[in-house]
Structures are given as structure tokens and as C-alpha cells.
């Protein structure tokens, strides 16, 4: 398997502009989340999804975040518009529910540059 | 909310022994992790305690005391591959979610 695949790895974008970052999940996991790390607030989960349906979206700073899951082996991330504060790294990581001893398996994230 | 605190950073020399401290106050536990974060990279698991006690793994041990909210990493025979930064993680109940503390950077020297 080749672990969780994030796109891109880096990006650098202008205020205001609409940012999309992508997610593939390890094939057979059936859990997804969305995480934001910073050196001043390390790792803050913004959403996870079950089963491809969001259950529980209280990280995502405001409304200019939002995910979905359309499918099983596919998640987005946007935010529209993007301003500098939300310069960190994402990651996505995935993991099985009923197996939850092994742990989350991260992607390598995207390191967002919003200037 | 959730309360994960973990000392910032920590020196120790190449050979040596060195022991990450986690304490917690969550809202619900199913178990405690230990990750593993080198600059740059993504976080890797290390280690998973959900009775308490000691769990050995190789040169990395993890304990949990469930009523002292208390958790700790023990790395042996440092190697300078060891500089990195610690997660410690809780695992609450419900969902399958992971809530993280800050991470403990670890600066192996010769």
C-alpha cells in the first residue's frame, strides 16, 4: 500500500485566493481527519469523517474552511479565501474504527504559504 | 476541553537514556499513543497503552498510569536518528479521535 497520498506537498498562494488540498486514504480504512499544525498550537483536528460522512467539524476555524468526502478513497479540503493566519501544515491521516490500537497513519502533509 | 501537556525540549547525549513526560486531562480515554515527528515530516507511530504498565518495545518503552493521568516515553541508547519531536496522543472515546499534545523536541548531541 502506498500510505496516505496528500497533494500538493507545498503551496503557495496569495490572500484571497481559493486553496484545494487532496487526500487519499488507505485503501480499506474507513476513517478520515483532517489536521492543522502550527509551532504555536501544534496538531488541531479541524474534521474527521466516518464512512465518508463528517461527524464532527468543530476544528474548522470558520466558514471559510470546508471538506468533503465524496468517496471512499477521496477527500478535499478547501478554504475560500485564504488569508496569511491560515499558513501551516495539513495533514490528512486515516485510520480503521474497529482497529484502533494501530493508530492513525499520516500522509506527508501540505505546507500552505499564503502571503 | 482537552488538556495533553508535555515539557517544550530536551538535550541528551548520543548513548544515553532520556524519559518524555505526558500528562492529561481528557474527556474520555480509550488509550494513549506515542508518536514520533522528525522536521518536516509526517507523525509515525511509536507506541499504544491502554492498561497500565509498561509496554517494551526495542530501545522505546511506554508507561500509563490511567489515574494519574500520566504517561511517559523511554527511549535507550540514544542514537543521533532519535532527534525528533514526541507526540503524545489521546485516544477519546466515541469516535475514533485523537486529540495531540504540543510534542517534546529532543536534540540528541554527541
Known amino acids: 500500500d502506498a500510505g496516505v497520498i496528500q497533494s500538493p506537498r507545498h503551496e503557495v498562494t496569495e490572500m484571497g485566493q481559493e486553496v484545494t488540498l487532496r487526500c487519499k486514504p488507505i485503501?480499506?480504512?474507513?476513517?478520515l481527519f483532517w489536521y492543522r499544525q502550527t509551532m504555536m498550537r501544534g496538531l488541531e483536528l479541524l474534521i474527521y469523517?466516518?464512512?465518508?460522512?463528517?461527524?464532527?467539524d468543530s476544528g474548522m476555524p470558520e466558514d471559510r474552511f470546508s471538506a468533503k468526502m465524496p468517496n471512499a478513497s477521496f477527500s478535499t479540503l478547501k478554504i475560500q479565501p485564504s488569508e496569511p493566519r491560515d499558513s501551516a501544515v495539513y495533514f490528512c491521516?486515516?485510520?480503521?474504527?474497529?482497529?484502533?490500537?494501530?493508530?492513525?497513519?499520516f500522509g506527508s502533509g501540505t505546507r500552505l504559504t499564503v502571503v | 476541553g482537552q488538556n495533553i501537556d508535555q515539557p517544550t525540549e530536551m538535550t541528551a547525549t548520543e548513548g544515553a537514556i532520556v524519559q518524555i513526560n505526558c500528562t492529561y486531562q481528557t474527556s474520555g480515554f480509550n488509550g494513549l499513543f506515542w508518536y514520533q515527528q522528525h522536521a518536516g515530516e509526517a507523525p509515525t507511530f511509536l507506541s499504544y497503552?491502554?492498561?497500565?504498565g509498561l509496554e517494551e518495545k526495542g530501545r522505546f518503552s511506554s508507561f500509563l498510569s490511567r489515574s494519574k493521568g500520566y504517561s511517559y516515553l523511554l527511549l535507550k541508547e540514544l542514537q543521533m536518528k532519535d532527534s525528533a519531536s514526541y507526540l503524545c496522543a489521546v485516544l477519546l472515546g466515541g469516535n475514533n479521535r485523537l486529540a495531540f499534545g504540543k510534542g517534546n523536541q529532543v536534540v540528541v548531541i554527541p
Open positions: 491521516a486515516s485510520s480503521h474504527s474497529s482497529a484502533q490500537s494501530y493508530g492513525y497513519t
Open positions: 469523517f466516518n464512512n465518508n460522512v463528517p461527524i464532527d
Open positions: 485503501s480499506g480504512h474507513n476513517s
Open positions: 497503552n491502554v492498561l497500565d
